[in-house]
């Protein structure tokens, strides 16, 4: 039972811990939609937030950690189980991983990228620091961060839901929500397609929808956990 609780409130406080510095970033830095504005742009807006901003990112990075804790407990519990759930864990913990990453470059390499942008003495100096930061963006932001990321978590979400439902861990309403949710979170995925072929259609609110509802997911799996007696 002690297990169950660890697992339950591991849930709750990673995905409150990523929702509130998420909320603070969308009035503070307009995020996600900054995401997909120009290079200097981004640098300009990021180094005006100054050390808060920094710190903000931290938190975002760091905040989801016990969801890691969750994935690897909710795995060992059932392996003896389902055997295969194992490799649905590493995939769990390689998603919360990969998304960690991405997030700290905001911490550690775009600070830089923004005070040699907003001193540099030449606009083909920008130019070029524009060019690194961009390249920083699409590779620790959108590959591994999102599109990695976020992919194995959806992989995670969905396996999650069928194995949990298959030994009658949670009613076959979240196992149905997981899965929904995991769907219109997948359709995130076009966006990031669009940021190399920019004529491929997306539905911009995917990502954030799907998100929420995911993190939603996440709590109620966590009150059902500390509710289970066994």
């Known amino acids: 039972m002690k297990n169950n609780i660890l697992i339950g409130w591991s849930l709750i406080v990673g995905a409150v811990g990523v929702f509130i510095p998420y909320t603070i970033l969308t009035v503070t830095f307009n995020y996600p ?3 997909r504005l120009p290079g200097g ?4 807006q990021f180094h005006t937030g100054g050390a808060t901003l920094i710190f903000t990112w931290l938190a975002f990075a760091l905040l989801g950690f016990p969801l890691l804790i969750a ?3 909710i795995g060992q519990k059932y392996e003896a189980h389902i055997p295969h759930i194992r490799w649905i864990t590493t995939i769990g913990v390689l998603s919360a991983i ?3 990453i991405g997030l700290l470059r905001w911490v550690f390499v775009v600070p830089i990228l923004a005070q040699n942008y907003v001193t540099a003495t ?3 100096l920008k130019e070029a620091i524009v060019v690194v930061f961009d390249a920083v963006h699409q590779f620790g932001g959108v590959l591994l961060g999102e599109h990695l990321g976020q992919l194995f978590t959806i992989i995670w979400t969905v396996g999650v839901s069928l194995l949990l439902l298959k030994i009658k861990v949670i009613p076959k309403w979240l196992a149905r929500f997981g899965i929904v949710t995991s769907f219109i979170y997948l359709l995130a ?5 669009a940021t190399v072929v920019p004529t491929f259609p997306f539905i911009g609110i995917a ?3 799907g998100s929420t509802l995911w993190l939603v997911w996440l709590i ?4 059902i956990f500390i509710k289970k007696t066994d």
């Open 122 to 124: 030449s606009d083909q």
């Open 207 to 209: 990502g954030f929808l």
């Open 41 to 44: 742009d981004i640098l300009t």
């Open 189 to 193: 995925q076009a966006e990031l397609i």
């Open 220 to 223: 109620i799996l966590g009150i």
């Open 71 to 73: 994935y690897i407990l």
């Open 98 to 100: 990969l998304q960690m």
């Open 33 to 35: 939609d900054v995401l």
